[in-house]
């Protein structure tokens, strides 16, 4: 699918954008979220840049609030929107455990705990008694009363990466075990308990992503869809009612079905998305496809870290196939009174 060489290209464009303090915009002069900072880093740790990555991971220790957040988007270091985002903050987990089963670096491991502790704190302080977790504390402090299935199934992850080390650390968390399981039924059985995102491809396969929707389950979630969402031989539309197909849900989309035991779907849909690939390596935001035309006219670092990491997992990589397949992830403990007939239930 992709030469070494190409390969080489993409990670030296995602290095090129990475300033000098770790930092990792979304393009050169951008601004930076922790979500997709945390992705690009992992990209880097999959390309063997471990020292890159690590750094990736310093910044975010430099930047974290007091209340162990980090603030929704930063421009040459500083805050440009001071919202606090909570599967932004969550992120972390998962970039950590990826680290340490890239690098085995116990050190680091120790190193990154208080932060990431912190914001796992942070992040459960806006569960609600449903299990969902409200998307953001706004700049004012308040929470509102909202929360978003993509989001907290990424955070499910995010919670089975926590407590993944954890168990490492030999540092058992009970409160995370409970907060893990009661956010899992929720995703599972109560989509009331979300805002109504539908249109958006994300909101399809997140589930499938974020480790909590496996075996058949998972199967009748992608069929359901599939249609709507996949452009036969351009990729995945980011919104079900715009021509706009997008380089990073086609690269998250391929993952998730990798993780599900569909690598010959996977490739095929990253073998569509090289058409959004650019002379120097890296790719293209997106296309509309009536029009001919990319747009936004942006080579972000998160759409080629999200291929990387797609091409990471269907070529085995031991750190990309443990924290998106999930098997050996701790799963948390399920409410006792849910009445969930799921297999991640049980």
Partial sequence: ?????????????????????????????????????????????????????????????????????????????????????????????????????????????????????????????????????AWRRAPDGTVPDEALLTGCSSIYQALRCALAVAEHREQPQLDWELATGRLGHAVLAHPERFLDKGRYSMDWYYPVLGTVLRGAEAHRRIAADWDRFVVPGLGVRCVADRPWVTGGESAELALALWAVGEPDRAELILRWIQHLRAEDGMYWTGYVYPDDAVWPEERTSWTAGALLLAVAALGGDHATTTVFGGGTLPVGLAPRDSGCESERCR
């Fill in 1 to 133: 699918m992709l030469t070494a060489e190409q390969i080489a290209a993409t990670v030296r464009g995602i290095t090129a954008i990475q300033r000098p303090d770790g930092a990792i915009p979304w393009f050169a002069g951008g601004h930076l979220d922790p979500w997709d900072h945390v992705e690009s880093a992992m990209a880097l740790d999959v390309a063997g840049e471990h020292d890159r990555a690590e750094a990736a991971y310093r910044w975010l220790a430099d930047n974290q609030n007091p209340d162990g957040s980090w603030y929704a988007a930063y421009t040459d270091g500083q805050p440009t929107d001071r919202a606090r985002e909570a599967n932004f903050c969550a992120y972390l987990a998962v970039g950590a455990w990826h680290h340490y089963l890239s690098t085995s670096d116990e050190a680091f491991l120790d190193w990154v705990w208080p932060y990431l502790y912190a914001a796992v704190e942070f992040v459960l302080g806006l569960q609600a008694p449903g299990g969902q977790i």
